[in-house]
């Protein structure tokens, strides 16, 4: 029940926005969002609870829609910073977390 | 509030050999998970733990793995007989209300 991300991977230049996608088969409790740096643990961006909401976090937000089971990750004017793996991850019951293969995404100045 | 840290950052054994990791979580959080990741995929569940009880335990997961989390504290997570394809990043997390946090993580080489 391994939740599918797309695009695999995304080179952007400073500045340009970027949409991650994260769809599971299965009906989810929660959506879980992390970025990864090269040789870094999982950094926790923002977690999404049933019910269908967005959320925010500087300029990187979030939205679930629990009826398509998706997830989409929104990065706006985005910086050099933002570089690395981000992974959505997707818990059915308040458990476990099961993650997807992540998203590449590469920043050029 | 110090993050989860975790014992020792790299460890390099001899296949066969048995080994042990400790993670010491963020004080209060009742939940602690063992994650395992290999390059260029994201972390795959092992087992998890609430306080001392450990609730779950991957049904991929060999019986050569063992965790514990004596007293609801800290948890050790040891393997046994290592092979080769046991090399890989093993991290934990400790998470309350949902949101979990990862530690530095363990890198394993089998040689």
């Known amino acids: 029940q391994q939740p599918v991300q797309s695009p695999q991977a995304v080179i952007l230049r400073e500045g340009e926005d970027a949409v991650i996608n994260c769809s599971s088969s299965?009906?989810?409790?929660?959506v879980h969002w992390y970025r990864q740096k090269h040789g870094e643990a999982p950094v926790f961006l923002m977690i999404l609870l049933k019910g269908g909401e967005q959320k925010g976090h500087e300029k990187i937000s979030a939205s679930f829609n629990e009826k398509k089971q998706q997830s989409s990750l929104y990065l706006t004017a985005s910086q050099l910073s933002y570089s690395g793996t981000y992974f959505c991850?997707?818990?059915?019951?308040?458990?476990?977390?099961?993650f997807g293969k992540g998203t590449r995404l590469h920043i050029l100045p | 509030d110090t993050g989860v840290s975790q014992n020792p950052r790299h460890k390099i054994t001899k296949r066969g050999q048995n080994v042990t990791f400790r993670c010491d979580p963020i004080s209060e959080h009742n939940r602690l998970y063992w994650y395992r990741q290999t390059l260029g995929q994201g972390p795959e569940f092992l087992t998890y733990?609430?306080?001392?009880?450990?609730?779950?335990k991957s049904r991929l997961l060999s019986d050569r793995f063992s965790a514990e989390r004596p007293k609801g504290s800290f948890s050790t997570l040891e393997i046994q007989r290592t092979e080769q394809g046991d090399s890989a990043m093993y991290l934990c997390?400790?998470?309350?209300?949902?949101?979990?946090?990862f530690g530095p993580g363990t890198r394993l080489t089998v040689t």
């Open positions: 991850g997707t818990d059915q019951s308040d458990d476990k977390i099961i």
């Open positions: 997390a400790s998470s309350r209300d949902s949101k979990q946090y």
């Open positions: 733990f609430q306080n001392e009880a450990q609730l779950e």
């Open positions: 299965k009906a989810l409790y929660s």
